[in-house]
């Protein structure tokens, strides 16, 4: 089991430019996680997607953050425009509820 | 105010000690409790799982211990290792919404030799 993989590990790009975030959950896991970690304030969850569905997108920040689950194996986190207050670090999670989360590696971005 | 409150916020010990982490929570209804580890630059790792029936649960040198009537929870490690530092959160599970996550800030635990 190769675990949560998230890709890529770091990511440095200019304010405005638009930041792709890649994730491949678990097998058989039925549900994903996209959290955000900062000093400040944590880990918030993001948006959390249940068989391929988004099922609670309250904690995306603005409309310059979206996600897709296209299907069970690929999820992405997208933000265009991006800023430097979006720096942070991006973990994808996944699970098979009710038991134990998974999480990736986590995606360092920087924005200059 | 934090759902989800742990202390202290940071904690330096010597290798070899033993060193108990506090997490108090006020999320209903609750699911379960779990600590996590999370070392820098890594995801963080699950250590233990409780459900609101369960008053303690060990994993090696980590001892988990919840108190649902007092809305308490405290993580012991035995006989620390260097290996030990890192962050330790505690997580509250929420019944609804699939078991959404509430997140503790954290204990940043460092240990000397």
């Known amino acids: 089991d190769a675990g949560v993989i998230q890709s890529p590990r770091h990511e440095v790009t200019e304010m405005g430019q638009e930041v792709t975030l890649r994730c491949k959950p678990i097998?058989?896991?039925?549900?994903l996680f996209w959290y955000r970690q900062t000093m400040m304030r944590g880990l918030e969850l993001l948006i959390y997607?249940?068989?391929?569905?988004?099922?609670?997108d309250s904690g995306m920040p603005e409309d310059r953050f979206s996600a897709k689950m296209p299907n069970a194996s690929f999820s992405t986190l997208k933000i265009q425009p991006s800023e430097p207050r979006d720096s942070a670090v991006y973990f994808c999670?996944?699970?098979?509820?009710?038991?134990?989360?998974?999480f990736g590696s986590g995606t360092r971005l920087t924005v200059v | 105010k934090n759902q989800v409150e742990q202390s202290p916020q940071s904690l330096i010990i010597l290798e070899g000690k033993n060193c108990t982490l506090q997490c108090n929570y006020t999320v209903s209804p609750f699911s379960n409790l779990r600590w996590y580890k999370q070392d820098t630059g890594r995801g963080p790792v699950s250590l233990t799982i409780?459900?609101?029936?369960?008053n303690t649960k060990s994993n090696g040198r980590y001892t988990a211990t919840l108190d649902a009537d007092t809305k308490q929870s405290s993580l012991h490690i035995t006989a620390s290792q260097l290996s030990d530092s890192a962050s330790y959160i505690c997580?509250?599970?929420?019944?609804?919404?699939?078991?959404?996550?509430?997140f503790g800030a954290g204990t940043i635990l460092r240990v000397k030799s």
């Open positions: 997580v509250v599970s929420v019944i609804l919404y699939g078991n959404k996550l509430v």
């Open positions: 997607f249940n068989n391929n569905v988004p099922i609670d």
């Open positions: 409780m459900t609101f029936s369960e």
């Open positions: 097998s058989g896991h039925n549900s």
């Open positions: 999670a996944s699970s098979r509820l009710p038991h134990g989360y998974t």
